[in-house]
């Protein structure tokens, strides 16, 4: 689709396969490998594209504590210098990576924005409240080593942007950076899914505008990633 030759195609399907961990025949059907396969399987095929802009939503929700934890490695590492948004209830795992969090409340309305440490001192209560962060004592700062950089090109952004038909009713704007790890969060049925899928171009605002790279530039891997398996074995889905 992306009228590559053959001999890039084959660079990059062994490139995405070995950078996301997939470690399985790349001959397996991929509804026959686990769930953490599966997920590494729908990110490879989002990194072969070589996207600017990577969207991914709650790509962890459903595995064990060990196998989330080997996808987010194989995220972390593998879209170096790419704008990355992640769409998570739970952020504890996160918060050592992320350079920005924003926190929505209902119908995609922004409560919060900026540096984690920041945010989660000062709407600590907020995110129990809304599930976010468990119960507990203050949450340490959350900033990683290399945060507070100088702010990069603008990849992506939303100006007033509404999307009633998917619950998204409140003026939306949200300005995404190059190299930079934001995370969008808050309870199911913010509106979290809906900011990402305009962000692909795959629900287009009723209001408002959004600005993104080029199609071919935006990626995403989906919260349910058979939704994305489109081929029989794991190589033809990477190069379809």
Same mark, same amino acid.
């Given at each position: 689709?992306a009228?590559? !030759?053959?001999a890039?195609i084959?660079?990059?399907?062994?490139q995405a396969?070995a950078?996301?961990?997939? !470690? +399985?025949?790349?001959?397996?059907?991929p509804l026959?490998?686990?769930g953490?396969? $599966?997920?590494?399987?729908a990110?490879? /095929? #989002?990194l072969?594209?070589?996207?600017d802009?990577?969207?991914?939503?709650?790509?962890?929700?459903?595995?064990?504590? &060990?196998?989330?934890?080997?996808?987010?490695e194989?995220?972390?590492e593998?879209a170096?210098?790419?704008?990355? =948004?992640?769409?998570?209830?739970? @952020?504890?795992?996160?918060?050592?990576?992320?350079?920005?969090? =924003?926190? @929505?409340?209902?119908q995609?309305? +922004? +409560?919060?924005? /900026?540096?984690?440490?920041?945010v989660?001192r000062?709407?600590?209560?907020r995110l129990?409240?809304? !599930?976010v962060l468990?119960?507990? *004592?203050?949450?340490?700062?959350?900033?990683?080593?290399? %945060?507070?950089?100088?702010?990069?090109?603008?990849t &992506?952004?939303?100006?007033?942007?509404?999307? *009633?038909?998917? !619950?998204?009713?409140?003026?939306?704007?949200l300005?995404?950076? &190059?190299?930079?790890?934001?995370? @969008?969060?808050g309870?199911?049925? &913010?509106?979290?899914?809906?900011?990402?899928? %305009? @962000?692909l171009?795959d629900?287009?605002?009723t209001?408002?505008?959004?600005?993104r790279p080029?199609p071919?530039? +935006?990626?995403?891997?989906? $919260?349910? *990633?058979?939704?994305s398996?489109?081929?029989? #074995?794991?190589?033809a889905?990477l190069?379809?």
């Open positions: 689709n009228a590559l !030759g053959r890039e084959r660079q990059r399907v062994s396969l950078a996301a961990r997939v !470690g +399985i025949d790349p001959s397996r059907a026959d490998a686990s953490g396969q $599966q997920q590494r399987i990110l490879a /095929g #989002t072969a594209l070589e996207p802009l990577l969207l991914l939503d709650e790509p962890t929700s459903m595995l064990d504590p &060990a196998t989330a934890q080997q996808v987010r194989a995220i972390l593998a170096p210098g790419a704008t990355l =948004v992640i769409a998570e209830h739970h @952020l504890e795992p996160w918060l050592p990576h992320v350079d920005r969090l =924003v926190v @929505l409340g209902p995609a309305r +922004i +409560i919060a924005d /900026g540096e984690p440490d920041s989660l000062a709407q600590q209560e129990r409240a809304a !599930g468990p119960a507990g *004592p203050a949450a340490p700062p959350a900033t990683r080593p290399g %945060t507070g950089r100088q702010a990069a090109a603008v &992506a952004s939303l100006h007033r942007v509404t999307v *009633p038909s998917r !619950g998204l009713t409140a003026p939306l704007d300005e995404l950076r &190059a190299g930079r790890l934001t995370a @969008l969060t309870p199911s049925g &913010a509106g979290k899914t809906t900011v990402l899928r %305009t @962000l171009g629900a287009d605002p209001t408002g505008t959004a600005v080029e071919a530039r +935006i990626a995403a891997v989906p $919260q349910n *990633p058979e939704h398996f489109v081929a029989a #074995t794991v190589r889905e190069t379809a």
